[in-house]
């Protein structure tokens, strides 16, 4: 079973939780013993598993990924202007693979799964959920 | 199939290899060609393909993940106090899916699959592993 | 299906676009809904997803990790010399897990597979693509 989930991104970085989106589609796959892949189809874009007790690991996040990867000093800016983007996509990684056990996805109580935005805002975001 | 393997880690940071218990049992489902995805179940956790030839890369990756996140400084911290395990985690990711070749993992000589612990010590780690 | 991809890398540092010979082992393989596991086998090497407009990025990422990751300064140096390729390669992790929609690999127009070198030149290196 496969779905796309779509998206809309409001700010220029920003971490979007779609777990229960994913929740719904591993419902509806009646699998009960599996993996489900979550892929960020975007070259700026990232997937994390990830706290959401409220937005401070989000927030921190974004703040540790600006510090580490800043923007406005890379090659590819010369294209783009979003070398940044590119290069944390790059860091965190286009997909999660997550274990589906008896019926449901095999989280944590506190891990849930962020869409990672770095070059937004964008209309349309996609995330394409493959259940085996 | 599907098993959880279960440990107990000793320090605030540390790499525990965990390459036996699944060598064990992706054996034991007797898959000649496939994948097993192995996940920690724990938003302060990670697992990392290494080399283990001696301890010596392992301490090298709890100092670089120190060096480029320091603790003290998150958001986060005014909560937990730990959100420089929760970034680590984020970074490091949550799963790593090996290819089964001829019955066995294909990795190289010198891989080896780590439970990285970066909240510990904890008495209760869950790592899922599913072979497909 | 399974197939393994072997290539030669010139550099210490380098990005290799494997994008073609992954999409033909796909084709070759019919499936039309699944996933395709893209591994690396080497402790000093990794795959990343990233954008192959020209080589920009690929300088850009690099950069960005000799940046974060200087060579010389780790402890596994005094067995090998290359601490620092281990540490990219854990980092950026040894694999991609990648959807199959409709056939054909689910990613975005940006979207191309890079095997990393970390520790090059290396005569042999193998990627272990699995289709499941």
């Given at each position: 079973m496969q779905k796309i989930i779509e998206l809309s991104t409001q700010s220029e970085n920003g971490l979007y939780d779609i777990t229960g989106e994913v929740a719904k589609i591993v419902a509806e796959s009646k699998v009960q013993t599996g993996i489900v892949n979550v892929y960020a189809q975007g070259a700026t874009a990232a997937i994390m598993i990830q706290e959401?007790?409220?937005?401070s690991v989000q927030r921190d996040v974004i703040t540790l990924l600006r510090r580490l990867i800043p923007s406005g000093?890379?090659?590819?800016d010369a294209q783009d202007n979003n070398g940044d983007a590119h290069l944390k996509a790059g860091i965190i990684g286009a997909s999660e693979t997550i274990p589906i056990i008896n019926g449901r996805m095999?989280?944590?109580?506190w891990q849930n799964i962020f869409f990672c935005?770095?070059?937004?805002?964008?209309d349309n975001r996609t995330v394409a959920v493959t259940i085996i």
């Open positions: 959401n007790w409220d937005d000093i890379w090659e590819h095999g989280l944590s109580r935005e770095f070059d937004g805002p964008r």
